[in-house]
């Protein structure tokens, strides 16, 4: 049984408001088909239980849905990419203070170049010369 909502006036003998049980087959395809008013352009009517899976038009609710949707998802599509960028900016803060904390250590340890040595090349020179230090 599909019911059927009259949206306008005088859709063949139905009015507006008019909830149609059991709609007559042309009643049905104008909703499915989403016919408008030639003058208004509003819809005529909208099926409201049954056979929706038919219809070949998502209805007005459909698409404003859809639409909501896909700016959700684009929401939050740009929301993951900033989290990441943050996710990343902090890794780089993290590695900024390594980095100064180990240029520290190398200028106490008077180690020529740690100005430009990248973390590895820091924690290498710092093990090689605490090692020599410590085994003095």
């Given at each position: 049984?599909?019911?059927?909502?009259?949206?306008?006036?005088a859709?063949?003998?139905?009015?507006?408001?008019?909830?149609?049980?059991?709609?007559?087959?042309?009643?049905?395809?104008?909703?499915?088909?989403?016919?408008?008013?030639?003058?208004?352009?509003?819809?005529?009517?909208?099926?409201?239980?049954?056979?929706?899976?038919?219809?070949?038009?998502?209805?007005?609710?459909?698409?404003?849905?859809?639409?909501?949707?896909?700016?959700?998802?684009?929401?939050?599509?740009?929301?993951?990419?900033?989290?990441?960028?943050?996710?990343?900016?902090?890794?780089k803060?993290?590695?900024?203070?390594?980095?100064?904390?180990?240029?520290?250590?190398?200028?106490?340890?008077?180690?020529?170049?740690?100005?430009?040595?990248?973390?590895?090349?820091?924690?290498?020179?710092?093990?090689?010369?605490?090692?020599?230090?410590?085994?003095?």
């Amino acid at each position: 049984m599909t019911i059927v909502k009259v949206l306008v006036d005088a859709v063949g003998e139905y009015n507006a408001g008019d909830i149609v049980k059991d709609a007559p087959d042309g009643l049905i395809e104008i909703a499915k088909r989403q016919v408008r008013n030639a003058a208004t352009g509003k819809l005529l009517a909208e099926i409201i239980e049954g056979d929706v899976n038919s219809t070949d038009t998502p209805s007005e609710r459909e698409q404003k849905l859809q639409a909501e949707l896909d700016e959700s998802k684009k929401r939050e599509a740009d929301l993951l990419a900033e989290i990441s960028e943050l996710k990343s900016d902090m890794h780089k803060d993290d590695s900024d203070d390594e980095l100064k904390d180990l240029k520290s250590t190398a200028k106490d340890l008077k180690i020529q170049g740690y100005t430009k040595m990248s973390i590895e090349e820091l924690k290498e020179a710092i093990s090689t010369t605490s090692g020599e230090v410590d085994g003095q």
